[in-house]
């Protein structure tokens, strides 16, 4: 019954020994591996897909003691295809109760990172290209300004002194803005990524005095 349901799930699914060995596999992941499970159940273990870089921290997670004790785990891992396709993917560890077997559901997650990879390339254009204009601008804006603070200062018709002050200011304005815009330049060059939310209260907390509250 349990097998019926693993082999029509859209997910792909395997089950590993306590020896790391594969002992099930569905359908699905037979599709996205490239292999048949004549071919891996029984014969081969998991770290035969990994890539080699990320077998040590994937091991760590997968001990049993520690999904004995915190229950599922998601950790993204590369894994290497049939015809050697590196593909990155999700995945869901759970412990089978009452046993050591561990049952892991993976989540093809490689057109999610390429196109995050592609965003953060373009934005990182985007900014180069601001940085050098911003800094082209900004040059034009000081000969401006410097030539307009010289006629300023030689200038003995008071209404033509009003509206060089005026341009002065205008020309303030904009260095300002356009300086403001450097507060911005590298937002979104980096993805955003999960925090600690008990270490960041810690860290917060430190040095405060809290009285008798625990």
């Known amino acids: 019954k349990f097998q019926e349901i693993l082999d029509n799930i859209g997910t792909a699914t395997l089950i590993i020994e306590e020896d790391d060995t594969i002992s099930f596999i569905n359908p699905e992941f037979g599709r996205i591996l490239g292999y048949t499970r004549d071919e891996i159940e029984g014969k081969k273990k998991w770290m035969e897909f990994v890539v080699p870089e990320d077998i040590r921290s994937a ?3 997968m001990t049993r003691e520690s999904l004995r004790s915190e229950g599922p785990i998601n ?20 412990r089978v109760p009452g046993s050591q077997k561990l049952v892991v559901a ?7 990172i390429r196109a995050e990879t592609a965003i953060r390339m373009a934005n990182r254009k985007l900014n180069f290209l601001n940085k050098i204009i911003r800094h082209d601008i900004l040059n034009q804006l000081t000969v401006l300004k410097g030539n307009l603070g010289m006629d300023r200062e030689t200038t003995t018709d008071p209404r ?13 304005a904009i260095q300002a803005l356009i300086t403001f815009t450097r507060e911005y330049q590298d937002i979104g060059n980096e993805p955003p990524v999960w925090q600690d939310v008990k270490e960041a209260i810690m860290k917060s907390c430190a040095g405060v005095h809290f009285g008798d509250i625990d």
């Open 59 to 61: 091991m760590r997670f």
């Open 106 to 112: 993976i989540m093809d997650i490689t057109d999610k």
């Open 75 to 94: 950790l993204e891992v590369r894994f290497i295809r049939w015809d050697g396709d590196v593909r990155n993917a999700l995945l869901t560890i759970t």
């Open 160 to 172: 033509q002194g009003v509206v060089l002050d005026k341009e002065i200011a205008a020309t303030d």
